[in-house]
């Protein structure tokens, strides 16, 4: 199945946020409930353990990942229904993830921002980040689980494209 890319590049003081985002008829709670209940993370990204109070460290095991490993992921901000702001280090470098929710009469926007320091690796980043939250979508409506394929390689153009753009 052919995917359409949908993030954004934008430069900012500190580098780039790459930004994509996804709607869900559904309000903002349940969403969330989505994105931080280990239960329902575990549907389309990993499970969870560990207390999730802003300023603590969690594990994360990263399901459809090779090897599945399991990583440290920091909680740096945690604003119930609107925001959660996340990061990690890993051997492909630092992390720093914000899931922001908008809720307009009953349908949520989802906000995924990468503030990025170096694009390098962008192609690999943003197919990877589109391949999981449809991955969450898929979670979310039942539909079919997309297949890696469809996103990488077949997304590094674009996002390549992203970097040349001025």
């Known amino acids: 199945m052919t995917r359409?890319?949908?993030?954004r590049l934008f430069h900012t003081d500190t580098g780039h946020d790459l930004v994509l985002t996804r709607t869900f008829r559904a309000p903002a709670?349940?969403?969330?409930a989505s994105l931080t209940e280990p239960e329902r993370t575990a549907?389309?990204?990993?499970p969870w353990e560990g207390d999730a109070?802003?300023?603590?460290?969690i594990r994360v095991q990263m399901a459809y990942e090779e090897q599945q490993p399991w990583c440290e992921m920091r909680i740096d901000a945690c604003e119930p229904r609107q925001r959660l702001a996340v990061s990690m280090v890993d051997d492909y470098g630092s992390w720093l993830l914000e899931l922001s929710l908008t809720?307009?009469?009953g349908t949520t926007e989802l906000r995924f921002v990468q503030h990025l320091?170096?694009?390098?690796?962008?192609?690999?980043?943003?197919?990877?980040?589109e391949y999981y939250l449809d991955m969450l979508v898929a979670s979310r409506d039942g539909s079919?689980?997309?297949e890696f394929d469809d996103y990488h390689p077949a997304m590094?153009?674009?996002y390549q494209g992203l970097v040349a753009t001025p």
């Open 53 to 57: 109070s802003p300023g603590r460290t």
């Open 103 to 105: 809720e307009t009469n």
């Open 4 to 7: 359409t890319p949908a993030g």
């Open 29 to 32: 709670a349940d969403v969330w």
């Open 43 to 46: 549907r389309w990204f990993g």
């Open 144 to 146: 079919p689980r997309p």
């Open 156 to 158: 590094q153009q674009y």
């Open 117 to 129: 320091s170096s694009v390098e690796g962008i192609a690999e980043v943003g197919a990877g980040w």
